[in-house]
């Protein structure tokens, strides 16, 4: 079982519509969340990070956490063409050496069409 | 404030030779990771610095290794470089350790290509 887990896609959604975004992970002791977005050919970038149980939203971006489930996502409303690229799931779990390391997911790749 | 900046953006090289990956974190930032991604691997661990010590290690050879000056810039390096080398590589800084600091910021990456 891989440590945190992302249907690789593609998402096809239309514009305007919702865009759901799903990872698990499997450190049932993770504490940290995040989200990234990375465009093709260049680098991932942060959208949002989340802590609590519940929801998060930032803008059109909505980040969903239940820790009981290991299970994260993210919602993204009103979807554009511009939110095109690969959303990676990244969760913090303790390493070896007793400090915490931060694992990325393979990615779902969200396509908007017009 | 300026973002990271990793030197240089793309780099070639053949089977064999040694390369040295250069990471500035954002000023402030104490903690510098790197990552390996390609194709088929995605992103992968490879370490993590914080006041100059190694905290983490990712599963790859001994080949690849780096370090952290005082002023928290970083360098990586691979040595015996071999053609499943090529890839796009990461560096990314955060305050620090700490649950409030911990959020990491993605340079715009060194892209290798092994021939």
């Known amino acids: 079982q891989k440590e945190v887990e992302q249907n690789s896609g593609p998402l096809s959604v239309p514009e305007g519509a919702i865009a759901s975004l799903n990872c698990t992970y499997s450190d049932r002791g993770s504490q940290s969340f995040f989200w990234y977005r990375q465009y093709s050919g260049k680098s991932p970038e942060l959208i949002m990070s989340?802590?609590?149980?519940g929801d998060k939203e930032d803008g059109r971006f909505t980040a969903q956490l239940n820790k009981a489930s290991q299970y994260v996502s993210l919602l993204i409303r009103d979807s554009q063409p511009s939110d095109s690229a690969t959303y990676l799931c990244?969760?913090?779990?303790?390493?070896?050496?007793?400090?915490?390391?931060?694992?990325f997911g393979a990615g779902t790749r969200l396509a908007v069409h017009p | 404030k300026a973002g990271v900046t990793q030197t240089p953006r793309y780099l070639i090289k053949t089977r064999g030779q040694q390369v040295t990956l250069s990471c500035s974190p954002i000023s402030g930032h104490r903690s510098v990771s790197w990552y390996q991604q390609t194709p088929g691997q995605g992103l992968q661990f490879l370490f993590e610095?914080?006041?100059?010590?190694?905290?983490n290690k990712g599963n790859f050879p001994g080949r690849f290794s780096g370090r952290q000056f005082s002023n928290s810039r970083s360098e990586m390096n691979v040595s015996t470089l071999e053609l499943g080398d090529s890839a796009l590589y990461l560096c990314?800084?955060?305050?620090?350790?700490?649950?409030?600091?911990?959020?990491?910021?993605f340079g715009p990456g060194t892209r290798l290509l092994v021939l």
């Open positions: 990314a800084s955060s305050l620090g350790p700490d649950r409030d600091q911990e959020t990491q910021y």
């Open positions: 610095y914080f006041s100059e010590t190694q905290r």
């Open positions: 989340i802590y609590s149980n």
């Open positions: 990244a969760v913090y779990r303790l390493g070896p050496g007793g400090y915490n390391k931060l694992i």
